[in-house]
């Protein structure tokens, strides 16, 4: 909020004052109420044509904004998002596919059920073709339920806890 926000393309909310204390694990974040400022979106009941297409119209000018930027690497704790996807592939994933073929194995059909648990490592190769960029800032949870729709059709972004520097249509996907 103190650094790369400045002058971001997108409504978020205003940063008024942070502090940390990370040996003590204590940390204070005051940032602007926008209760008022529209509607909360929600994954689950989705959103209209127009909020939808305004989301990506206001994605689009985000990823715009740093669209191959030297902010990208010149702010040092900004990750490669396909680490971060990796990773999380790398520990979930084993221990994910057993148990969702054990619920869920009746209703998938057989080649499906086969290809399970080939889908981490093929996850795996299909992320380094995207290591080249071109990168941008990503906010890395772009969802209805991090979204509030004005009425004026503007939209504040929220939840701002995991950006990182990626390809544009992981926000998309």
């Known amino acids: 909020y103190g650094g790369v926000a400045k002058g971001v393309a997108v409504r978020r909310r ?9 040996r003590a694990v204590r940390y204070v974040l005051l940032l602007e109420d926008l209760a008022s400022f529209g509607t909360l979106g929600d994954q689950v009941r989705a959103c209209t044509l127009e909020n939808a ?13 740093s669209w191959e930027h030297p902010r990208l690497t ?8 396909i680490d971060i996807v990796e990773g999380a592939l790398t520990q979930v994933y084993p ?9 869920f194995g009746d209703q ?42 004005a009425p004026s059709g503007e939209i504040a972004v929220l939840d701002w806890q995991s950006p990182n520097k990626s390809f544009a249509a992981y926000d998309i996907a």
């Open 14 to 22: 205003r940063w008024y004052f942070s502090d940390s204390d990370a």
């Open 53 to 65: 297409t305004a989301a990506i119209e206001t994605l689009a000018r985000f990823h715009a904004w």
């Open 74 to 81: 010149s702010t040092p704790w900004l990750q490669l998002g």
């Open 95 to 103: 221990s994910a596919w057993p148990r969702t073929i054990e619920l």
């Open 108 to 149: 998938m059909s057989a080649p499906i059920r086969d290809a399970i648990p080939t889908l981490g490592e093929r996850g795996m190769v299909l992320m380094d073709r995207f290591r080249d960029g071109p990168f941008t800032i990503i906010h890395g949870d772009y969802r209805a339920d991090n979204l509030l729709f």
